[in-house]
DNA sequence: TAGAGCCTGGACAACGTTGTCAGATGCGGG
DNA sequence: CCCGCATCTGACAACGTTGTCCAGGCTCTA
């Protein structure tokens, strides 16, 4: 065992690498503990003279004020988590960012990870950045049930759902039209004639999937269309199983004209597909996705404002900490349908 | 003044809303301070009938560890920062998720934040970060002085650099072998005939830059070709000035047949421009841009594999924080050609 | 020149946790 | 029946910072 011995051993010894403190610095400066925190902090009552030999000091040590014992002391941590789905999902790059902006001008650091679309990791990620004592949590929720953040929030941690709503709790939540941007994109599907339109999408037990396809049911009902069991296909995400969801429906006797993509990774296989086949299909795909307007035909899609959503969020965060929201409340933003030229394709009948 | 005043009532009053302490705990399960501690840390030592009661209080109240009290008291946060670049670079999605996968597989939480290119805020968040302790950081830089890490990295934290070295300090780094992917990207040109071929890229500052620069004008000087000076625009990133150079090096009397891009979003904006005209220009962009093989022709590019980047970067931090490291040392990572028809159409002579 | 008032600086406690160490309790053997 | 040992528990200090409060020195005025 002499290993583990050392290693603790070594481990323990470390200690920050015995970096200065406060206290390191007032005795070489030769001033009190309280006044290097003054400095430190531009809190006023120090003279200029002592001002300058506290920098010095500060300066030769490479002191570093702790902000763990600062946290510790003032309660606030100025900084704030985010919880997202996918690090590597491009929709969320421009969300955290968002997120990150808001952030820095309230001049809190973020802290995120990611659950990987996984119920238990999110609650551990969520939890994890509680025990941190973050100032508040913006969240895109993989689980459908938030009560384990009870405690939290009553204990002040404000908190913010994103991209689908909390579930079984009651809080504030951003999230994008779903219903009336699918319903929109089926709709634009329909005016241009189509009548047998298919829907790939994920599983409906994910809000934003289960809003989509209303918006597509709803979309064909307003139209008189009767849809087909054979038309939608649901729980689909990767991408083998799109494809195979896909070539079923442009197959068979009564092949489906037109495509609605459920989102982005459903878009980007739905498009791979379309390529290698030479009858037209035309296609709307749920969330823009980059150079979509540079494929012939381009994609026409039913495009989020992600950034605008991860800021509306971070603001509704920082007005909770305030104090100046109370109630919380859905914030639904619009979306918007881009039209590129895969969407407006003719039914091949 | 009564609104500073009650301002900072306001918040000093705030104290973490009055969170349960383990003091409470141990109140309220009749026990003693250390046991709870014990208790929430797995140690051994504890009755069954007593860790039932305190856990009990503990899901009553709804008691969470303080991780800053725990930190100040233990030395180790946990946790790693990552200074990127931008975070909306489709780039460092992989790059970020791998660090994130690895630092979590170490029991280790992910702090992050982007430094836009700004080498002052680069520094500023570094710091942060180091403020609060996190026990390495990961830094994609966007200066070339990073002296200032010099106190923090002598008090123990385990520093990375990430995509480009670190500057005026020795420290460890992993890079895609930018030198050689260039130079491969453009001799595939030159093999498929090329001789008047431009290259765009970003500021030679940028170390990426620099290298793929270098390998540019290394596979020319191979080849013996003299490279005219209308053929390079350097220091251009935003896309209408990339227009606008690609532009130029289009017309004239001495047009390029072939363009090597510097980066995806310079790639990005090539393929728009060579979309608007007739005559075929070859492409070979340095990163892989998505769906690039669903356009007409595909993009031939130099990859580079984000994800082993990442977790190499946080594979050694780890192994600078177990002392299984000593030297810094520079990685270098293959990048890889993807043919994919852009860069292998000739010269249209 | 003495006293009032202001300004600067420092001693001390507290934040919530963990490590140390000693006390209490229970059990078995002499 | 008592002692020793093992097991479990708790008191206390310490981590580095900030807020409170007081002491001492200065200036300005009467």
Same mark, same amino acid.
């Given at each position: 065992?002499?290993?583990?011995?050392?290693?603790?051993?070594?481990?323990?010894?470390?200690?920050?690498?015995?970096?200065?403190?406060?206290?390191?610095?007032?005795?070489?400066?030769?001033?009190?503990?309280?006044?290097?925190?003054?400095?430190?902090?531009?809190?006023? !009552?120090?003279?200029? *003279?002592?001002?300058? $030999?506290? &920098?010095?000091?500060?300066? /030769? %040590?490479?002191? #570093? =004020?702790? +902000?763990?014992?600062?946290?510790?002391?003032?309660?606030?941590?100025?900084?704030?988590?985010?919880?997202?789905?996918?690090?590597?999902?491009?929709?969320?790059?421009?969300?955290?960012?968002?997120?990150?902006?808001?952030?820095?001008?309230?001049?809190?650091?973020?802290?995120? !990870?990611?659950?990987? *679309?996984?119920?238990? $990791?999110? &609650?551990?990620?969520?939890? /994890? %950045?509680?025990? #941190? =004592?973050? +100032?508040?949590?913006?969240?895109?929720?993989?689980?459908?049930?938030?009560?384990?953040?009870?405690?939290?929030?009553?204990?002040?941690?404000?908190?913010?759902?994103?991209?689908?709503?909390?579930?079984?709790?009651?809080?504030?939540?951003?999230?994008?039209?779903?219903?009336? !941007?699918?319903?929109?994109?089926?709709?634009?599907?329909?005016?241009?004639?189509?009548?047998?339109?298919?829907?790939?999408?994920?599983?409906?037990?994910?809000?934003?999937?289960?809003?989509?396809?209303?918006?597509?049911?709803?979309?064909?009902?307003?139209?008189?269309?009767?849809?087909?069991?054979?038309?939608?296909?649901?729980?689909?995400?990767?991408?083998?199983?799109?494809?195979?969801?896909?070539?079923?429906?442009?197959?068979?006797?009564?092949?489906?004209?037109?495509?609605?993509?459920?989102?982005?990774?459903?878009?980007?296989?739905?498009?791979?597909?379309?390529?290698?086949?030479?009858?037209?299909?035309?296609?709307?795909?749920?969330?823009?996705?980059?150079?979509?307007?540079?494929?012939?035909?381009?994609?026409?899609?039913?495009?989020?404002?992600?950034?605008?959503?991860?800021?509306?969020?971070?603001?509704?965060?920082?007005?909770?900490?305030?104090?100046?929201?109370?109630?919380?409340?859905?914030?639904?933003?619009?979306?918007?349908?881009?039209?590129?030229?895969?969407?407006?394709?003719?039914?091949?009948?």
């Amino acid at each position: 065992m002499p290993e583990t011995i050392r290693r603790a051993d070594n481990l323990s010894g470390t200690r920050y690498g015995n970096r200065p403190t406060m206290k390191d610095v007032a005795a070489r400066a030769g001033v009190g503990l309280k006044t290097v925190s003054r400095v430190v902090n531009g809190e006023p !009552g120090v003279t200029p *003279e002592t001002e300058r $030999r506290v &920098q010095d000091a500060i300066e /030769a %040590l490479g002191f #570093r =004020r702790n +902000d763990s014992a600062r946290v510790l002391r003032k309660g606030r941590t100025a900084s704030i988590g985010l919880v997202l789905e996918d690090l590597a999902d491009p929709f969320y790059g421009p969300l955290s960012r968002a997120v990150e902006e808001v952030a820095r001008a309230h001049g809190a650091l973020l802290i995120n !990870g990611s659950s990987a *679309e996984d119920p238990d $990791r999110e &609650q551990e990620l969520a939890l /994890a %950045l509680c025990a #941190r =004592r973050v +100032d508040g949590l913006v969240i895109i929720p993989a689980g459908d049930d938030h009560r384990y953040l009870e405690p939290e929030i009553r204990a002040g941690v404000a908190t913010v759902f994103v991209d689908r709503p909390a579930g079984r709790i009651d809080a504030d939540c951003v999230l994008s039209d779903n219903y009336g !941007g699918a319903l929109g994109g089926v709709a634009h599907l329909i005016a241009h004639g189509h009548r047998r339109i298919g829907f790939i999408g994920d599983m409906p037990r994910i809000h934003t999937a289960a809003e989509r396809l209303r918006g597509y049911r709803a979309a064909m009902e307003d139209a008189g269309i009767p849809v087909a069991d054979a038309w939608t296909s649901l729980g689909v995400t990767d991408p083998e199983r799109v494809r195979r969801a896909a070539e079923e429906m442009l197959s068979g006797p009564d092949p489906v004209t037109a495509i609605f993509a459920g989102n982005n990774r459903v878009t980007v296989t739905v498009i791979r597909v379309l390529a290698e086949r030479n009858r037209p299909v035309a296609l709307v795909g749920f969330d823009d996705i980059e150079l979509a307007d540079l494929l012939r035909p381009g994609i026409t899609v039913v495009a989020q404002d992600a950034a605008a959503i991860g800021s509306t969020a971070a603001d509704r965060l920082f007005r909770q900490l305030d104090g100046t929201l109370v109630a919380p409340e859905r914030i639904q933003l619009p979306t918007r349908l881009i039209t590129r030229g895969s969407g407006e394709l003719p039914p091949a009948d």
